[in-house]
Structures are given as C-alpha cells and as structure tokens.
C-alpha cells in the first residue's frame, strides 16, 4: 500500500500509513481497535478502506493469488468489509473465438449428416431431412389450403354446380384430362375449384367440405420429380399427405386425424389411376 507519511484529506488522527497497515492486517489490537472505532464515525475514510480492500482483492484475483484463509486477528466486521473475491474475465482473442465457433458449426453440420437419415422415423415422416425436403407442389399445397378455407363467400372461383365446366376448364389450362374425385363416402362434398400457379405452370385446387362445415383439400399440379413415395407434411393442426404418379403431383390437405386422412388419400390416389399399394 502507499506509504506516504500524511494525506491532507484524511480527519484528524488518521494517515495513510496507520491505514495502509489496516487493510493490511498489520496493526496490534490495540490500534486496530481505535482505527475501527474512528471508521465507524468517518463515513469518507471508511469509503477509503473499502476502495483499498476491492483494489488489493482484484491484484490479487488478477494475479492468480490464492485468498488468505487467515484472518489476523481480524473480526466479522473486517471480513464483511472486504469483497471475498473479485472476478476478472480476460477476453480471449479474435482468431480464438472464430477457431472455436467454426469448431461448433463443424460439429452441428456433422450432427444434421449423422442424423438427417432418421429423421423420418423419429418425427414419424413430418420431416425428411435436408435433402428431402417437402417438394414446392406440397408447400403449394398447404398454403393454398390455409388461404382459401377459410373464406365462407368465395372459396372457390367456380362452384360443384358447373362441376363439368369446371373439370373441362382446369384440365385445359393444365393440358391433362382432370377429374374429381367423389368423397361422399367420407361425408365431404364437392364445393368446387380454382385455377392457381404451381411451380411448373398453373395448377388446380379442388375443395371439398362436409356437415360441419370441415374442409378438404385436393391440390393438382405438374412436377418433375418422379418419387411415387407416399409422405406426409404437417403444418400446426392441418396435415397433408403427397404423392407423385405419372408426372403429375397430388397433395390432399385437411385439419382432421391422420389416420382418416390417409385413408382418404389412398382412396383419392386410386380413383385418380395411381397405385397406393405401392406405398403402404
């Protein structure tokens, strides 16, 4: 500690050597005894060992010094006073912290090729992978089913009552002969359709509903992938199952049970001249 004879802006029978052996644990009892009494009406100089005892603790943390356990003949009061230990962080340099966030991303892109083949079985088929994907007819798909269902005055552009216009006029835009399938057995009728962009040309949506007002679905359009797997994606509460079969992607959307809903799609898929045998 300083060891200059007097500061000036100390009270009255204080300097800076009697309290420089203070903080240090120096003093006789005696001596002690009196510096304590006088800190305790000496607000300022009391603030003054307590600015002493933080600098000595941080040198002493920043330095790697271990923290006395002896106490010196000093009391609980002392103890109190003093900061039991101060922290330093030393901040690592620039190229250390890239080195290790480049370690982190290597170990999580391993982690994703590691386990990206059994992500299928562990999410039950709600996602792929990386590399499988949900094809852009199925997110079409689903989107398309979370913007229109909802609308009670025009769900469709053309109703179930020009059912024949409609068939001849979808499946001209999309150059392949359409047809709608009937889902009457599963309670849902025919509301109509509507022309949409797909992601290789225009694409067709067909929907369907039942008593309750609950509504189905049926998305068409022209893809390049030649899969015939049979998938699910979900999306909050509604799910969809798609397909691909002869050039042409199926996806069939609902908010109903899974299970229910496959069926429906294994039924939808061969009513349109699929094969879902092949993907039971």
Request: proline letters at 6%; aromatic letters at 8%; hydrophobic letters at 40%.
């Amino acid at each position: 500690m300083n060891n200059d004879d007097h500061d000036s802006s100390l009270p009255d029978g204080l300097d800076l050597r009697a309290l420089s052996a203070f903080v240090d644990g120096e003093l006789p009892g005696a001596e002690r005894a009196a510096i304590e009494e006088r800190l305790g009406e000496d607000p300022q100089a009391a603030a003054r060992v307590a600015s002493w005892r933080a600098q000595k603790a941080a040198l002493r943390a920043l330095c790697g010094a271990p923290q006395r356990s002896e106490h010196n003949g000093r009391n609980a009061l002392d103890d109190a006073a003093e900061p039991a230990f101060i922290v330093v962080r030393r901040f690592a340099p620039w190229w250390q912290r890239a080195g290790l966030a480049a370690c982190w991303l290597a170990a999580g892109a391993g982690l994703v090729l590691a386990l990206g083949p059994l992500a299928p079985r562990l999410t039950g088929g709600a996602w792929d992978g990386l590399t499988n994907r949900p094809p852009s007819f199925a997110q079409r798909a689903d989107i398309a089913y979370a913007v229109y269902t909802p609308e009670r005055r025009h769900p469709v552009e053309v109703a179930a009552s020009e059912e024949e216009h409609l068939i001849t006029w979808l499946s001209k835009r999309l150059n392949r002969p359409l047809s709608v399938p009937s889902l009457q057995e599963y309670g849902y009728s025919l509301v109509g359709g509507r022309l949409l962009p797909g992601e290789a040309g225009p694409a067709a949506q067909f929907m369907y509903e039942n008593s309750g007002g609950a509504r189905l679905t049926l998305y068409v359009s022209g893809t390049a992938r030649d899969e015939t797997a049979f998938r699910l994606l979900r999306d909050g509460n509604r799910s969809t199952f798609y397909w691909v079969s002869d050039g042409m992607g199926y996806a069939l959307s609902g908010p109903i049970a899974e299970g229910k809903l496959r069926s429906i799609a294994i039924e939808v898929c061969s009513a349109l001249g699929g094969k879902p045998e092949t993907w039971q």
